[in-house]
């Protein structure tokens, strides 16, 4: 290859590489693993406290070992308002990361051998020596501002404080750009409010759930499960609007099949039909909205008549399912969902949800969306961190500016040399993301990929991204280490404890180590100026009234509300934090940018003639790409399989379980070809795919080559103008029943 970074398979390292390393890591004085960390429950199990990583629910469990130490099963903690007690598939699997043997074992450094890049194992010194040199070279010659973080997992925070203590807050989660970004900006905009995670959605004593695009029983967000299965047996009503016949709609009043695309119009004309019909919270709607008249006058257009062209909805059913909302009103929830970047129009798509949820009076009310409270707590002291002279906003002067976190694609695209910029990116620090699968247009990421002078991965598995990497830095699993206290927010406020079940294995450590040292050899030791990350958690535990003995015994604690104010008070007078001071209809923030302050419906490109429109999901049992390994969950579900609906099949001569390769619209062709499932389960113009799937790396012996992947086939992006986010739902396939020729060639 003539690239300066190839991808290099883990597997191609020495045997010493696969061999168990001696533990350096310095534990607290004293500590045995066989008993101080083992406390007995009632039952006289040994069991230690954790919360889940396998998903951003962060569920409070109880990790059970048996009399020697060794690690046997998770399950959930019953005082933890995430889980009640309760784990999903996922979380009751994560024992999988600890005993999965093609885990990251040694630090590696790429290195060149006889005109090959290969990677070879370092010490910890030696890694860490590496990066640290390199980031003090980038700072000197370009600034620390040309240095970015993307990260997901709970260990980020603490390279987040190390790049803000070298000078550089450009810190990315995927999450934002490229899931939840606009649903937070449009609510933003409307109620001066986060949506939150975990979502501030009242299920447990909602009347009507309706969700559009959101796969609750797939996703297996757990709370919000739970509370929807009860609400289902009080009699709710459940709303599901999907092409696909989901989980979710098994479980609901009303399937909507809904044209792929349209959900906007759809949406615009239930907002249509309560204000018409006067379904609408008038004495909320009068007291607490901005810009009622003008979005009365807006949406006179949008009919059921209207939208049956567009949706392929009847009206009826329109007509039916915006009465029921009425009807459950305000114990209703439109729900905003999660992954929401679809089609480019995403943020006001987001509004609209937001505006139904405001006339049908839900917001701030029982059954609808409550006021969540987080737990605070102090920083441990350190020195003022500089301020940096440039941010990811230098990149894009007058864009964006409504997004109200760093945009992961933002940063991949300034790391791409433009002499329209002051600073190009020079450095990623990865924790936790496989950016290769994360991101959209692979072709544009490996390209950015292509011009860094250093890209460090810190990872639990070789995933794709580690390939790319110039050092890679193994971390050790969740039920390995501490970390910071989970703080996030709920109906009263909670913090939960994770604490090491075992010793690390192999020559593997946590991200707070790894942080500290590194800060350590760049000179910024004063920003980490606890001794062990116990010290720094029980110095915070006190300063709240508990300390780290008490936390390690309860794992979860509670603490009182502040103030009454989970919903509102009968006709309280309350100001938003938006420019009006109140729910704003007609967005001032949207108007000031340039952009429609009332969402309006634009169609959408359609597939190619013999294309389908990609749909992709989740599954019960799996997290994006990061379990598709676990040797736990891999045997609930080891591949996916892509949704074909009858007529399509005929059309194509497809069978159930027949191997194809996907081809998009742009002429990429899936690396490994997909079983197909012919059902009518999926509209006849769209096919769906479980995310996650198609792995190329070998070092995954258990996901290589299972399935196909849905990143590698989202080569066109449908760029979100309000905050950047990545709408990929515009991608189109079809499909090959041959092996492609370049499939012959090795790579």
């Not at 300066?4 to 398979?9: A, G, L, P, T, W």
């Not at 009103?329 to 139904?356: F, K, M």
């Not at 040399?417 to 002051?422: G, S, V, Y």
Request: charged share 25%; proline share 6%; glycine share 8%.
């Amino acid at each position: 290859m003539a690239n300066r970074r190839e991808f290099i398979k883990i597997s191609s390292i020495g045997a010493g590489g696969l061999a168990l390393a001696a533990n350096t890591f310095s534990w607290s004085k004293g500590m045995s693993f066989a008993d101080d960390l083992l406390s007995p429950d009632k039952k006289g199990a040994l069991r230690t406290p954790t919360y889940c990583e396998l998903c951003f629910w962060k569920c409070a469990g109880w990790v059970y070992k048996d009399e020697r130490g060794e690690i046997k099963k998770i399950t959930g903690n019953d005082d933890d308002p995430h889980c009640n007690g309760r784990f999903c598939p996922r979380g009751t699997g994560g024992v999988g990361m600890y005993h999965d043997k093609d885990r990251l074992k040694k630090p590696l450094i790429r290195a060149e051998e006889r005109g090959k890049q290969i990677f070879r194992e370092a010490s910890w010194d030696e890694a860490l020596d590496y990066i640290a040199e390199k980031l003090g070279k980038i700072a000197r010659e370009h600034g620390p501002e040309c240095v970015a973080l993307f990260t997901h997992g709970s260990g980020g925070k603490f390279f987040g404080d190390l790049m803000k203590a070298y000078g550089s807050t450009n810190i990315a989660a995927p999450s934002f750009a490229q899931c939840r970004g606009p649903r937070e900006v449009g609510f933003l905009a409307t109620f001066g409010e986060l949506v939150l995670s975990p979502e501030r959605t009242d299920i447990r004593d909602t009347k009507c759930l309706v969700l559009i695009g959101s796969h609750l029983g797939e996703n297996m967000h757990n709370g919000q499960v739970q509370e929807m299965s009860d609400a289902i047996d009080k009699g709710a009503t459940i709303i599901t609007v999907d092409p696909r016949f989901s989980i979710a709609a098994s479980k609901s009043k009303y399937w909507m099949p809904i044209k792929p695309a349209t959900d906007l119009a759809l949406l615009l004309t239930w907002i249509n039909l309560i204000i018409e019909n006067e379904w609408y919270d008038k004495d909320y709607v009068e007291k607490y909205t901005y810009g009622f008249d003008v979005l009365k006058e807006r949406v006179k257009p949008y009919t059921p008549q209207w939208a049956y062209g567009i949706t392929g909805l009847k009206p009826e059913m329109i007509y039916d399912t915006a009465k029921a909302m009425h009807d459950a009103s305000p114990a209703v929830i439109v729900h905003p969902g999660r992954h929401v970047t679809w089609y480019g129009d995403d943020t006001q798509r987001s509004r609209a949800v937001a505006i139904l949820n405001a006339l049908l009076g839900s917001w701030g009310r029982r059954g609808g969306f409550y006021y969540p409270e987080k737990a605070s707590l102090p920083d441990y002291p350190h020195p003022p961190y500089p301020k940096p002279k440039r941010t990811w906003r230098d990149a894009f002067p007058g864009k964006f500016n409504l997004a109200n976190e760093v945009l992961s694609t933002g940063i991949c695209d300034a790391s791409i040399p433009n002499t329209a910029r002051d600073c190009t990116f020079k450095a990623w620090l990865v924790y936790g993301t496989n950016l290769i699968k994360t991101l959209p247009e692979r072709k544009k990421t490996l390209e950015a990929i292509q011009n860094l002078e250093l890209l460090v991965a810190i990872d639990t598995m070789p995933m794709e991204i580690t390939g790319y990497a110039d050092v890679i830095l193994p971390e050790c699993t969740y039920l390995e280490r501490y970390d910071m206290l989970r703080t996030n927010p709920h109906r009263e406020p909670n913090i939960a404890l994770r604490m090491p079940a075992a010793k690390p294995k192999y020559d593997t450590k946590p991200a707070w180590w790894m942080a500290k040292k590194l800060a350590d050899k760049m000179g910024l030791g004063d920003y980490f100026a606890w001794n062990d990350i116990e010290e720094l958690l029980d110095w915070q535990l006190k300063k709240i009234g508990s300390s780290l003995d008490e936390m390690k015994r309860i794992g979860v604690k509670k603490f009182p509300r502040q103030y009454d104010d989970l919903y509102f008070w009968p006709d309280q007078d309350f100001i938003f934090n938006t420019n009006s001071g109140k729910i704003e209809l007609y967005s001032t923030d949207l108007e000031k940018e340039g952009f429609d302050p009332i969402p309006k419906y634009t169609p959408h490109p359609e597939p190619p003639e013999g294309y389908y429109r990609l749909i992709y999901g989740r599954a019960p049992m799996h997290t994006f790409s990061r379990t598709i390994n676990n040797p736990n969950l891999v045997d609930l579900m080891d591949e996916n399989t892509v949704w074909v609906n009858p007529k399509v099949a005929k059309i194509w001569y497809l069978e159930n379980g027949q191997e194809v390769y996907l081809q998009n619209q742009d002429g990429v062709i899936s690396k490994f070809p997909i079983k197909v499932r012919v059902t009518e389960r999926i509209r006849w113009d769209s096919v769906y795919m479980v995310h996650g799937f198609g792995h190329s790396n070998k070092k995954l012996s258990r996901a290589y080559g299972k399935g196909g992947s849905d990143s590698e086939l989202i080569s066109k992006v449908m760029l979100d103008p309000v905050m950047g986010g990545t709408g990929m739902r515009g991608n189109f396939v079809t499909f090959l029943t041959e092996k492609p020729v370049e499939e012959e060639v090795a790579s």
